[in-house]
């Protein structure tokens, strides 16, 4: 890849040296991708503010050599989600996004329909009533775009169809376990009902930003929610970062109250 | 050139070239040159060296560098006391200080939020700032926190942390540096410049 044009989105950006930054992005064409770019911390940067984490540009890079890190050459913003960044619970919530597709992706591994639901997902953040719904269809898409789809209608131990009671999900074996299997297993398991096991196979299937239509509420939306925290930790071997209480509350005035959601 | 004097140069280069924007070369070339100078020049710059870090400390209210426990700034009676310029490092306060663009009191929070990071109001001196604040006397916090995603999840948690005490907080404007073509502005500052344009007097 001695030169790259693509769209990426900008997953972080640390400062380096004297005034330089290093990125770390996923773009469209190369996947997961990490560049210098020179003086982009100066005043009179021709990158600005282009190179700010969770912006969508269009990025050209060269890469000397395969294994050093690339560089900057052009980078142009295609669209900045600038709602995320005048709420605090909005920028934890894309902080999140951005921290796992940069855990659970490769280097140079491009993945067309990981780098849509990243753009969709941020695009969503900035419009929706209920940014933690967005987050809990966003992992389970990115799960399911990254080799991780969790399993949700037959038995991952025995094979055997699940049918519509209630079921077990098991975080180590990467989808839901019968109720036969679950006494012969000694791993964690979570109880997931109908509607919980419906919701992901629902969410897994619709695209954004249609899929930010749906809803989970109340026991549906809990049991979602730690499954997916439990499977995240599984595959990843760290939990994702919670959004801090002094962000939490910082958030929009159009968003359901976290209570009221959840009840 | 012994082993010995080669040695010592070779530590010297080594810890010049620790210092932020010094490569090998440059590192090689600043070795050379304190070799050559007279032993007076050289050892001045060591004696200031080890006078900055045993003598200068951080000022007990506004945390900028000082050799006291309060800084010049905080000691000047001609400053507005009014007034308290929240920046992230000491560094933006001397540019600051230099342009002489602000004649109030500062505060350095050494840092900024991080959602990303993980850094959090703690991490950073901005309980210190509301105590500041809380102690009354104060109108208005300019918060000059850089224009980057921490900078700005730095200022909206200060902007909801101060407002309650009743005090104006501001940001600090974006937009168009001072001699630029505006044709060669990036998109984001454009954007910036022109959501916080103002009426002209």
Known sequence: MPLLN???????????GEADRIITGFSQRAGKIRAIAYGARKLKSRFGGVLEPFNLIQLTLFERTPTSLARVSQAELLESFSAIREHLHLMGQAARMATLVKAITA???PNEALFQALVGGLRALTTTPDPQGVMLVFQIHVLDHAGFRPEMGSCTTCGSSLGTARGWFAPWSGGMICAQCRHTQSGPCLSMAPGSIAFVNQAKRLPFPVVTRLRATGQVRREVEEALDAFIRTILGTPLPEIASWAAEDEPRY???VSSARS | MNDRTQSALVRLTRELVRLPG????????????????????ALRLAQAIQDVKERVTFCVQCRNMTESTLCEIC??????????????EPSTLHAIEHSKAFNGLYHVLFGALSPLEGVGPSD????????RVKAGGIEEVIIAT??????EATAIYL??????????VSRIAYGIPVGMDIEYADEVTLLKSIEGRRECP
Do not use: C
């Open chain 1, 107 to 109: 280097d140079h591994d």
């Open chain 1, 255 to 257: 968003a359901l109250p």
């Open chain 2, 159 to 168: 902007t909801k942390l101060l407002r309650p005490y009743g005090v104006r």
């Open chain 2, 124 to 131: 950073i001196r901005a309980h210190e700032l509301e105590n």
């Open chain 2, 146 to 151: 850089n224009p980057t995603i921490e900078g």
């Open chain 1, 6 to 16: 693509s769209k990426a989105v900008i997953l972080h950006s640390q400062r380096w």
């Open chain 2, 75 to 88: 000691q000047d009676p001609k400053r507005d006391r009014t007034k308290i310029l929240v920046v992230e």
């Open chain 2, 22 to 41: 010094i490569g090998q070369k440059t590192a090689q070339r600043l070795a050379f040159h304190l070799m050559k100078v007279d032993k007076d020049e």
